[in-house]
């Protein structure tokens, strides 16, 4: 890569590239700079900045003492209040009327929070996405936050981080580190990556110089800020980009970032520490949904997931994300809200979308991020593009609950070629579609997730009235029963829930076969009155969904005529017969 | 309009009216001066003195206050028990804070013409309780069309219940003796007396008129108490009822309180002019549902 312009900070000066063309006067564009880290130099950020350039107007420089900018002798000269002078010499150069948006990785992404958080540069940025470099203040807190406390789990969470750092001691050894380099460490580096990273960048000329200087940043600034620390806050938008497995960070060293940063977004990628040479289009495809969202204001799905919420953080189910089909009544929405409650964001779906809508307003009141979907859970097509919407916007899901269900009731003579297939359409394709394209995610993300699926009671009560809706409800129940052996491998559980008699939306809207529309509702009204007299509760129902997941339960029969049905079912098959003659209806 | 309702004449209704913007003025002018600190009792005590420093000579009910949960009538509020009687109704040592909802509840005398109003609101900000209170408007406009459509009282309830199962909330007002949406109010004699008798912070004279509704409403085919129960499967009964749905989400109750005013073929709230309905028309609810 040849050098755009050089630009002075001082005495140094810093080789600067760029891609895409500038804005105008009349078309401002947005400007991102891109900060890289040790022991790279700004080529690091080539397949990324070709990627973003193509809307923004996107900046590089090799940081002192990297690639083509001069290397002052001295340790000193690499203190972080220099770097940031770097950085304020080339946005002035670059971008003097416009904020612009850094993106940083590494070292970069270290040296541009102490731009962030001092007031050099105030005004000057609009934005920060950050990879892989926390605020070594931030650290210092982390770490004396950790020790004070003395918790096992803190102190083991400071010592696994050291142990990520190992290198950064030996570093502050005179003579060993620029040793290394210089015995042949430039010329196995790219291969070390491709061992440790799986990526091989494009080997760098002067990656010798890059190694050996480098370690000035390190010298010049860990003891200084780690053991002193600063506070050091910002107001500005800054999205977290971690890489889960990034050889040299432990995740929990981001935990304490919002005490600091009260505007921030964290995104996770399966990659190592070079996510940008791994995955330059995620990074490029996070860098703009994040700039776009601060230019325009309009955050969309991803980034609203994205969002880091302290308060909801603690709870039982925080930060997992919940799918509910048929939660615009009944228990689908009573458990919908209890997630809520408990930490987790929502995806309601039903196929009335202004219920559905009232859901998630209802579970957002309670502090969780909710999405409200329309979708008919027997339709094939409905449920595979309500998933992608999930998978694209949200990821995968940790929860899944399918809830969603019709009845009918009556005479299996009676009952028409129509009526069962939209029972079997809801009652059991809802479910299949449901457990198997949201299984399908959580096992290509690794996520150990968990698969809950409604069935009823009646799945092993036999009745003379419930032919269709049993047969719907014993075959969820079976499904759970099988999927559950296939999924156990993936740490993916299933569960199954059979409630009792519970007054909900389904009594209200249950189709009855053989009777008049008006004998019909004058049963339906009955119906509901006799559930209503039963008082189970779809607060019940939904607890005994989350006891589900706390606990993994596979199978939970909610109310005491669930539990007898069972048992009976179980021990007493004949008199299960025998009850099956019995017209309950009333 | 000079016709009357159930021996309402037209100046009966003013008379009532004038209590009842009273009874909302004292709500406001109490719940503008709630501040962190206020017990439900100092609330309510405030009240009482406010509404006899302006002339009011008896009760239906005294003035009640409750705070944060307790606007939700959850838990040992919310149980029906000792025949629907429930001390846990009166005010209590709850401290109010900030951004905790508080409902206002009074219910005054004058003259002989009597109001019952509830009022909601909060000192700080309270989402869930805007919501609740927007939630309500719906149910104010379904009663009166209800009503209007001469509906029984009973599936007027029903439809009410019906609505905060689409909602997703609770109708509180299940938790209120006899589990009454509305009940009853009737007109006193003025008998010029300064003050009058109260039992347990209810008034003798207006409770004695509730029983005597009962006993002619059993003869008669109707109920002072309008719920969702058999009781109430009949046609609105001409006269004036205090219509009071109360709505609750988790720890956040909401409600009003406000006269309908039945006659033999119509009905109408005996007054617009009242908080909650400027708060809709601020909000710029109320046009959306005018139209």
Known sequence: MTPEKTVKSGDVELAVYTWGKPGTKAKPKPVVVLVHGYPDAASVWKDTAERLAKKYFVVAYDVRGAGRSSAPDHTAAYGLEHLVNDLAAVVDEISPEHPIHLVCHDWGSIQCWEAVTTERMQGRIASYTSISGPSLDHAGYWIAQRLRRGSPAGLAQVARQLGHSWYVGMFHLPGLAPLAWKSGLDKLWPAILEKADGVRPEASETQLSDGVTGIKLYRANFARHVLKPQERRTDLPVQLIVPKRDKFMVQEIWDDLPQWVPNLWRREADAGHWIQVSHPQLVADWASEFIDFVVNGKEPTALQRARVRPERTGKKHSGKLVIVTGAGSGFGRETALLFAEQGADVVAVDINLEAAERSAELARLLGAQAWAKRADVGSAAQMEALASWVERELGAPDVVVNNAGIAISGSFLDTSTDDWERILGVNLWGVIHGAQLFGRQMVAAGKHGHIINVASAAAFAPSRTLAAYATTKAAVRMLGDCIRGELAEKHIRVSTICPGFSATGITQSAKFVGLSEEQQAERRDKVTNLYKRRNLKPETIAKAILAAVEHDTPEVPVGAEAHGLRLISRFLPGLSRRLARVDLAP | ?291
């Open chain 2, 1 to 291: 309009m000079t016709e009357s309702h159930a021996n309402l004449s037209d100046e009966d209704l003013q008379r009532f009216r004038e209590v009842q913007q009273l009874a909302y003025r004292c709500a406001e002018a109490i719940g503008a001066r709630l501040t962190p600190g206020t017990s439900e009792r100092q609330a309510a005590a405030h009240m009482k003195t406010w509404l006899l420093d302006h002339g009011v000579d008896d009760w239906f009910h005294q003035p009640f206050a409750w705070f944060g949960d307790r606007t939700a009538f959850r838990g040992f509020i919310g149980v029906r028990h000792m025949g629907g009687f429930n001390p846990a109704f009166y005010p209590g040592n709850r401290v109010l804070e900030e951004n905790m909802p508080f409902i206002l509840d009074c219910a005054p005398s004058m003259g002989g013409y009597t109001a019952d109003i509830g009022y909601c609101g909060v000192v700080g900000e309270n989402k869930l309780l805007d919501r609740l209170m927007d939630d309500l408007m719906e149910h104010r406009q379904l009663i009166l069309d209800l009503v209007k459509k001469r509906t029984h009282l009973s599936q007027v309830s029903q439809a009410v219940d019906r609505l905060c199962a689409r909602q997703g909330v609770e109708p509180r007002h299940k938790a209120y003796p006899f589990q009454v949406l509305a009940h009853r109010v009737e007109k006193l004699a003025d008998d010029g007396e300064k003050q009058h008798t109260t039992i347990m912070n209810f008034g003798v004279r207006n409770i004695s008129e509730l029983i005597r509704d009962r006993v002619k409403g059993l003869r008669e085919g109707w109920s002072p108490l309008w719920s969702s129960g058999h009781g109430s499967d009949h046609p609105p009964t001409p006269g004036l009822w205090a219509v009071e749905p109360h709505l609750g989400f988790r720890d956040v109750g909401a409600k009003w309180e406000e006269l309908l005013v039945v006659t033999e073929d119509d009905a109408f709230w005996l007054d617009d002019d009242v908080p909650h309905v400027r708060r809709w028309m601020q909000r710029g609810l109320w046009q959306q549902q005018a139209a």
